[in-house]
Structures are given as structure tokens and as C-alpha cells.
């Protein structure tokens, strides 16, 4: 494995810092079971989304949005995410503990130019996915590629 810290790839929706403040409105968003409750401040409809194929993305069901962490409210339930790193482990996936929902993945203040969440679209409340706008992300070559050759 490599030791230094592999690239990342950059906010890929419609939360970068292109779309003011004042536009943006609020997408409330649940896991499954409504034990963890959030919402996240985003440019209007339609969203642009990463779509990545790298092992996580593709067998968790990510399409992300990238808010920074300013912009994501968590209502309840934060208490109950559970946590999974995979590859260097620099990364969490956050889960719901109860249901199992994929609800995405705090970047541990990666990027020092902007904090984000990467949040899974799957959970926002009345968001098309037809409707999206996806930005494919070919991750399985950028991100972690010796661990994703390791499934191949």
C-alpha cells in the first residue's frame, strides 16, 4: 500500500462555493429506521451528484453531495452512527447502528481549503435520482486503487 495520502476527488455538486448562501435551500434527509435525522443546505434542484465507482461508492450505493460541515444540521440520532474505514483508514463511513443505512462519510477535515460532508443523496426526502445530475468520478483508479485491485 501507499504510505502518502491518495487523491481525492473534488466537491462534485451543486454545494460547492459557486451557488451563494442565499440560494441554497434545505434538504432534509433520514436513514431508514428515522433513528438519525439531518438536513443539508444545497443549491436548488437538480442537484449535481458524484457518482463514483470505486469499491466503496459502488457496493455501499453512494451518490454523494458535498456540503461542508457548516451546512449540515444533525437533528437526532447523531449518537447513533456507527463507524467503517477501509483501506489507510483515514476516511469514516457513518452508518446508521440501528438500520444500517449508508448516510456517508466525514472527510476528517481532509481538504484544509474546506471541511465537507460526503452525503448519500439516498437518504434526502423527495429527491428524484432520475433527476440528478451525475458527475462520474472514476475512483476505482484515483482513490485507493491497490485496495479496490484487491476485488478485482
Not at 460541515?69 to 447513533?80: N, R, S
Not at 484544509?112 to 476505482?140: A, Q
Request: net charge neutral; proline share 9%.
Amino acid at each position: 500500500m501507499a504510505s502518502s495520502t491518495p487523491p481525492r476527488p473534488e466537491p462534485a455538486s451543486g454545494a460547492s462555493s459557486s451557488t451563494p448562501s442565499s440560494e441554497k435551500i434545505w434538504y432534509p434527509a433520514a436513514c431508514h429506521c428515522k433513528a438519525v435525522q439531518f438536513k443539508a443546505l444545497l443549491p436548488p434542484p437538480p442537484l449535481r451528484v458524484c457518482k463514483c465507482n470505486c469499491s466503496a461508492c459502488h457496493k455501499l450505493g453512494y451518490f454523494l453531495v458535498y456540503p461542508s460541515k457548516d451546512e449540515v444540521e444533525w437533528i437526532q440520532g447523531y449518537d447513533k452512527l456507527s463507524t467503517y474505514k477501509f483501506g489507510p483508514k483515514i476516511q469514516e463511513h457513518k452508518f446508521c447502528s440501528i438500520c444500517g443505512a449508508s448516510v456517508g462519510i466525514d472527510s476528517m477535515g481532509m481538504n484544509p481549503k474546506r471541511d465537507v460532508w460526503r452525503l448519500s443523496v439516498r437518504l434526502f426526502k423527495d429527491v428524484d435520482l432520475e433527476k440528478l445530475v451525475y458527475l462520474d468520478f472514476d475512483g476505482k483508479k484515483e482513490i485507493y486503487p491497490e485496495y479496490n485491485e484487491e476485488y478485482e
